[in-house]
């Protein structure tokens, strides 16, 4: 599809709730650019600079980023991107939604509300190939041989942040500091909410309304 105006949305949801697979097609079916604050925080983790090592201490303990810090790094990212975009992990807080909404006008924000319990369950049988960066699920995604990756047949390992009590850390701060900021949203009119336990499922529904939004 070829955006006919300028279009600016957001994707929220908690961590494992399937932002990234949605904005993947999202990005795909609309032709919006992507830019996922975890993708960018990774790459600042890996180039070890002081900043990246301020944010992984934060992540290792299941904290959330501080405000300035991720709001500064997003925005200037933003400025050299085209109009349309689709941010994925961005705003967490009010006060970053307020940074963003100070910058750029959004048109709506896609809230993906899958239980908690769920998430627990994908995210701690969550192994990954570090140096690829290929994830195996071993519930509905498992590698063919076990605890090894498919291509290189190299060791797998589960991250940190995918440990059941970095886990339920994470939960617990995503829901004390982003409930706010889903009725930051609410309140402008442009929260648009999609519950359910498969990405699956949700998508479909998510597609229809990104449709009739930009037809």
């Known amino acids: 599809m070829v955006l006919q105006r300028i279009f600016r949305a957001v994707v929220m949801g908690p961590p494992g709730s399937g932002k990234g697979t949605v904005s993947a097609r999202i990005t795909k079916t609309f032709g919006l650019k992507h830019l996922s604050s975890g993708d960018l925080l990774r790459a600042n983790i890996e180039s070890k600079t002081e900043l990246g090592l301020l944010m992984k201490s934060c992540i290792d303990q299941g904290q959330l980023i501080p405000d300035d810090v991720i709001s500064r790094l997003i925005l200037s990212d933003l400025r050299n991107m085209e109009n349309s975009w689709l941010l994925d992990g961005f705003p967490r807080t009010v006060s ?87 009725e930051y949203f609410r309140s402008k009119g442009i929260l648009q909410i999609f519950s359910g336990t498969e990405t699956n499922k949700i998508w479909p529904h998510v597609h229809a309304f990104l449709s009739r939004k930009l037809s």
Do not use: M
């Open 96 to 182: 970053q939604a307020e940074a963003l909404d100070g910058v750029y006008s959004v048109d709506t924000v896609i809230n993906l509300d899958v239980p908690f319990q769920t998430i627990k369950e994908r995210l701690t049988s969550r192994w990954t190939h570090l140096p690829s960066g290929r994830v195996y699920n071993i519930d509905f995604n498992p590698p063919k041989v076990a605890g090894l990756d498919d291509v290189t047949g190299e060791p797998l390992v589960q991250r940190d942040d995918d440990c059941p009590e970095t886990v339920t850390r994470r939960l617990k701060a995503y829901q004390t500091q982003t409930e706010p900021v889903l």
